[in-house]
């Protein structure tokens, strides 16, 4: 229960390599006078922008992003705790003279186009070097078809927003091969805007971090590492997570979902979600699928998901080979 709940620490310091550190940390000089959160690694500054981009989309047609950070809103379950943790620690990029010390294994792609006012989004398989550029995923999980997905999302003054019927979205972790896949549907991306020099949706917070704890993100996601600039609503299935099997627990992520694992789930080794003897999952989501609505008394079979992000340029280099 306790691997469900609490919440996931992110730790570690900047600096030139993984777990280092050094006077090019943030807000340091060579007298060590500024204690700002400042990033001044040449790695952090060699594209300028508000949100560590190591990709310059300035005057370019297509523009390639990856979220940076995702916040969930909803439901409270996904909002902290171990899920909530492998999320924040899988999105964040690879980059430790940054403060940036994810895995960076999980990748979500924001591609514009421009001149067709077109958008492909989907997830990307993991990349070792965030400045070499990440391809979209492009294979089969299980029952799940991964692949990006594209939707009309013109810019305005940058401002954009778009909308797709399902998307199945890949969190790859370092410990399984294997994606835990957020099969998502009726995904709305909205009140977003793209920066002037096109490389930021946000920006990285450099003003709320705090040098006193080596510039990092809280734990709890107080302070948050970049400030969001976009919105994320989807629904998820209930069925659909009941047969996608987060490997470190054991559980489905509708079992997950339900806050409750002896009253919700079977019990079995791969612990799955109850059901009654029409073989229908007794947990009651906050959602109806059919109607795309909030539940009701007569259908309850799915969970709405919310969140806020930002997104950081990055290279898009097409799909990856299967």
């Not at 190591?54 to 005057?59: E, L, R, S, T, Y």
């Not at 996601?221 to 997570?241: M, S, Y």
Request: contains cysteine; negative net charge; aromatic residues 6%.
């Amino acid at each position: 229960m306790s691997a469900l709940t609490g919440a996931a620490a992110v730790a570690g310091c900047g600096g030139d390599d993984a777990g280092g550190t050094s006077s090019n940390s943030p807000g340091a000089t060579s007298g060590g006078a500024e204690r700002d959160c400042s990033l001044k690694h040449p790695v952090c500054t060699a594209v300028t922008s508000d949100c560590v981009a190591v990709h310059d989309n300035q005057g370019a047609t297509t523009l390639g992003l990856r979220m940076a950070q995702l916040t969930i809103t909803k439901p409270d379950v996904l909002a902290s705790g171990y899920v909530a943790g492998l999320v924040t620690q899988g999105l964040t990029m690879n980059l430790p003279q940054c403060n940036l010390n994810g895995t960076g294994t999980f990748s979500w792609l924001l591609e514009f186009d421009t001149t067709t006012g077109k958008l492909r989004t989907g997830g990307a398989m993991p990349t070792v070097d965030p400045r070499e550029g990440y391809c979209f995923a492009n294979m089969t999980a299980g029952e799940f078809e991964i692949a990006p997905t594209e939707i009309d999302a013109p810019l305005t003054d940058g401002a954009w927003s778009g909308e797709a019927e399902t998307l199945n979205v890949p969190i790859f972790l370092e410990t399984s091969p294997e994606p835990i896949i957020l099969p998502l549907h009726q995904v709305r991306l909205t009140d977003a805007k793209v920066s002037a020099d096109n490389n930021c949706i946000g920006r990285y917070n450099v003003e709320g971090l705090e040098w006193d704890n080596a510039c990092l993100p809280g734990q709890d996601g107080d302070p948050p590492a970049f400030i969001n600039g976009g919105k994320l609503a989807a629904f998820i299935t209930l069925e659909e997570v009941d047969r996608v099997i987060v490997d470190a627990v054991k559980q489905s992520l509708c079992v997950v979902l339900s806050g409750d694992i002896v009253k919700y789930g079977t019990g079995a080794d791969t612990n799955t979600c109850k059901r009654d003897e029409n073989d229908q999952i007794v947990l009651k989501g906050d959602w109806c699928s059919a109607t795309n609505s909030p539940a009701t008394d007569d259908c309850a079979d799915a969970y709405a998901l919310g969140g806020e992000y930002a997104a950081s340029a990055v290279k898009i280099n097409g799909l990856c080979p299967q």
